[in-house]
């Protein structure tokens, strides 16, 4: 029988790792809502995993334990990844719309969407350093610094790859579909 203190803990990080469940579940939904595709938002929502890639490195650099507070940074940080694959996305589809292909539309976006992608991942790393020698959000800026810090680089390069594989997907499901209605 778990008591005390390590109960206490135990039901935080449950409850934490609940909240997360019911953040991601709203993200997806008002994503799936905005794009009114599934596989699109899940593109999107592929953030989440590279941000967590880095969280969990950055504690053991630092030499930090995880705590309930690096669990709330990890709910924060997976709505402000999000925001990152939106602006590429967002581009993409735009320049799709507007005559381009689907491959210099994704190019595109990597290049002209990289300075307001890294002027948030700036401010939220900086914003979260002052966070740093406290003892008790500690956790939460090591999760908000290294999970921005993995994660924007590594969206930079996934989130365009995803995007290009689902759009180009779609795109051949279409002909396909209207060669059909030819015959």
Known sequence: ?????????????????????IAL????????????????????????PL??????PGHWVINEPFTSTSMIGIIALAGIVVRNSLL????????VKNGLSIRDAVRDAGAVRLRPILLTALAIILGSAVMLSDPVF????????????VSTILTLVVIPML?????????KRKVRLEKRHEV
């Open 138 to 149: 500690g956790g939460l800026a090591i999760s908000l610094i290294s999970g921005t810090l």
């Open 1 to 21: 029988l778990w008591g005390g203190e390590t109960r206490l803990t135990l039901d935080i990080f449950r409850d934490m790792l609940g909240a997360l469940g």
């Open 25 to 48: 579940i709203f993200i997806y939904l008002l994503l799936v809502g905005y794009y009114s595709s599934f596989t699109l938002s899940l593109v999107a929502m592929s953030a989440i």
């Open 163 to 171: 995007l290009y594989s689902n759009l180009n997907r779609q795109e």
């Open 51 to 56: 941000a967590l890639i880095g969280v969990f």
């Open 88 to 95: 590429i996305i967002d581009f993409v589809q735009d320049n």
